[in-house]
């Protein structure tokens, strides 16, 4: 059997009809991390839906409790398929947990936890983020046991239930099992392609640090017409405070949150990359560091943004100076920002301007490090070469992807060198109502982890101490 007869058993696996209906089986479950009510549902879908599948496969499976002490998190699966020790080995991963499912705000047709099948549109919670995901890269492993008898390879998987809530305990686990997963390279699947005709790969993320600003002044709200012109408005100290931290069209003004780690070698890597996206908003072309491309602001660059603001009772608004203010932020970060300096960067900012009445609050939820592999890595021009093999394209690089996720924990904590190569689109509509996940990327997507896997077991790249 050959790495075509492999590919071609992928692409009946998907034209069988027995993707989409394995995908239903996995939307069914209610795995929200955020409902303390599905606490039960993160543990049977590891229990139920992947430990079989997985242990049929040769896969030796253990469940383990989340090691977090801050935030409460789901379990998680450690699995590993060992045929040689001497053979090379790749450890994978996949969260099985979802956001709310947002029952009633779907399109009518359509709800959270029924996969339903809409020409070549696949919608149901988790459909792109992550099941469908770990569900290719599942069931490329199968096709290339099925075909050759053997993977000719170690491999390892890690599943989580909480990555919607932070990844909490995802660090510790890594850490605690750092034998156990010890491996050559993390091959694994998450966030959107920049197209859906093209394959695209991301050797990490930006970091995700949040924070709150909060002006409080006073206890209760007082008369705008009598204490007018008398007492400090938090709401307006609070805008204006927001305003020193980046100009008008947003480029950051604080010297310690503008990254020095845009090299050439990863503006290059940018330059070859679309953002024109047509199943999105078009890009502000005014908007954020002028000296820099789209590309380079979205995957170069820091951002800051503004989730929500409050001052008073938005839905009635009465005559009164509020006694307080508020307002949700983050910035998002690359790799060579001192992340340990993001608050009191801000912190000094502030009081440089004169806002001592401004407090910083550090968010504990949903930190990520910001991490990023070298385009020029071994793996990656291993990875991209399997890639086009299999479709004929190159595939898009991203030095690293603009959103954020739990690559830290594989990349720092494990030393591992770390490709990602997504299964969704950027129109996919993750987090929102309408979720979905486009049928040929399905399939393209099962296709080229079949010939990635196949590729692996026949051999491997040359990867140096220094790499």
Known sequence: MTRADAVSQATEYFESGRLQSELADLVKYKSESQNPAQEAVLEQYLVEAIQPRLEAMGFECSIHENPSTKIKGGPFLLGARVEDPALPTVLTYGHGDVIWGQEGEWREGLTPFELIEEGETLYGRGSADNKVQHLVNIAALETVLKTRGKLGFNVKIVMEMSEEIGSPGLSEMMDMHREYLKADVFIASDGPRLSPERPTMFMGARGGAGFDLVVDLREGAHHSGNWGGLLADPAIILTHALATITDARGQIQIPEWR?????????????????????????????????????????????????????????????????????????????????????????????????????????????????????????????????????????????????????????????????????????????????????????????????????????????????
């Open 259 to 467: 990254p020095t780690s845009l090299s050439q070698e990863v503006r290059d890597a940018l330059a070859l990359l679309p953002m024109d996206h047509t199943d999105d908003p078009k890009v502000d072309e005014d908007w954020g560091e002028e000296s820099l491309t789209p590309a380079e602001r979205a995957y170069g660059w820091n951002s800051f943004t503004v989730q929500a603001m409050k001052a008073g009772i938005p839905e009635a608004p009465v005559n009164a100076i509020s006694p307080m203010a508020f307002a949700r932020c983050q910035l998002r970060y690359v790799v060579g920002t001192d992340v340990g300096d993001i608050v009191p960067a801000l912190r000094r900012h502030l009081d440089a301007h004169g806002f001592q009445a401004v407090q910083v609050v550090q968010l504990d939820k949903g930190v990520f490090g910001a991490t990023r592999l070298n385009p020029s890595h071994p793996w990656v021009s291993y990875v991209k070469a399997s890639l086009k093999e299999t479709t004929g394209k190159d595939p898009h690089v991203i030095p690293n992807l603009a959103g954020s996720l739990p690559n830290d924990c594989f990349a720092d904590v494990l030393g591992l060198p770390t490709v990602w190569v997504p299964h969704s689109y950027m129109g996919c509509k993750q987090h929102a109502p309408d979720e979905h996940v486009l049928k040929s990327v399905c399939r393209e997507g099962v296709e080229v982890m079949t010939g990635l896997f196949w590729d692996i077991g026949t051999s491997v790249p040359e990867v140096s101490s220094d790499a």
